[in-house]
């Protein structure tokens, strides 16, 4: 398998060298001096200089946009607010310059900067796809040598397996975030949410397999416990086009949740990597087919985007949905206005064939910040972070504001005082790490206390092992990947709304193979069979 980031692999080593000699902006590193042969003694030689950081260099940060940010409070903005202002002052950095990227624009947005050779110092995504992309692209910095000089805080917290995620040829490519959103000591995350007060009424319980989910689905059809036409099931296929997207609850049955985005999505099956698509596809779609037809999945859902599945939700048209920890504090602020009974709960998951089932365990990696191979001032944005996290209180001031102000402390528990704290959600963007101890006050301040209970309640559910969180794109993917994407896209969609029928399958996949599916998996069998398995046995029963 070739791995496009050895095309730069001498490159890449030449530019991390050059970043770890170059100052930012104009000036030079001294040179070591040289051991001389004779008439020099050691202790009279000048000792070799690190680096040195430019405090005043322009830092170009992006972060993505949020759909929980509102705006600024009065007379702040993006590059002037209270957050950022606090972040330059502590740090030392004076010359910040912070630019919220739209979240559904990022790689087009990443793909014109690095064409155009402008590029920020320090790029924050949780996207693994533009991390993926570009680190295949040799488009981004080795980080092993401003890490090492600059980044003691980061090493402390950064784990093993996140360190795996981003490691290409033995190089670091970017900076990972751990993920941290446990609750009773369960992984947090997406699932089954349903209302439990309609499935009390119904005598319903949690499905156990896809047999038990067909007659809760038709079950809340039939009955209509909202007394005007219940969609028993609603999701959101209108965001990025998938036609999957949303309806894990029913693809985790099938190995498929959480990676139906990729084109080729692969699991570990019988110690090989293989195309789930070939293991599960057919007996999926037909399963989906069936739900729709029957009307027991939303049928507006391939044009639904996440504000649509939010108002079906919070309005009481919707019985259930797959979302966030963070979702039912939202619904239910709309569903109690009419409905005071209603009532939320998580669900386990639903068990599928050859006993699949759970979604994708938590990423190594939440967040990436990755730094452009070209990036002017790499030194100084890798010690900006590293100031910020060794400073505490900074960190407790970002992330949860001022206490008096925006908070107090009611039984040792930081609790909001509104509307003060609402009008500084857009701290947001300049939350630059996340730990435990950040974490958790941020999930109380958030109101998801009731919600992460129900989810810690319905048992483990991020059970599956991803292995594409490892998986470095190929050249193959690189070229093909768009395209087999497309193609599965159309034909999933018209096989669930019964446009094609599921013998389609046979000539999709004859499309796919003469479109390149073939050599996406040949590609990554050679990366399992070299590295991918040894990472797999070591990581998948975490």
Known sequence: MQIRVRKWSTKSMLVALSAGLVLAGCSKQEEKPTQESKGTTAASQTPAQGPKLNKSAKIRIAVPDNAGVKGYEQGASANDNQFLNAIKEKTGYTNIEWNVIPTANQLETYNLMFASGDVYDLIYTSDLNIYKRFSAQGALLPLEEPIK??????GKLVTDNAWTAVTLEGKKYAIPVPPYQKFENVDLGSGFLARQDWMDKLGLTAPKNLDELYTFLKTIKDKDPSGKGTIPYVAAAGNNGNPLDGLDIITSAFGLSGISNLAVPFIVKDGKLVDAQDVYFKEMLTYLNKLFKEGLIDNEYLFNKTQQVSEKMSSGKAAAAFAGYWDPASYLAGLTKTDANAKLSFLPTVEGKDGVKGYPMPAPVSNFYII??????????????NSYLKDKDLQKYVNFGKEGVHYDMVDNKLTPKKPAYDQIIYKLYYRMWNTPEIWLPNALLGGYEQAMKSFAQAGPQLTAFNINQYRPQTDAELAKGRALIDLRNEYVAKIINGALPITALDDYFKKADAAGR??????????FTKEGKGIYDKLSKK
């Open 149 to 154: 000089q600059f980044g003691s805080e980061i």
């Open 372 to 385: 452009p191979k070209n990036a002017k001032n790499a030194n100084e944005a890798v010690d900006l972070l």
């Open 518 to 527: 073939q050599d996406v998996i040949k590609a990554s069998q050679d990366w």
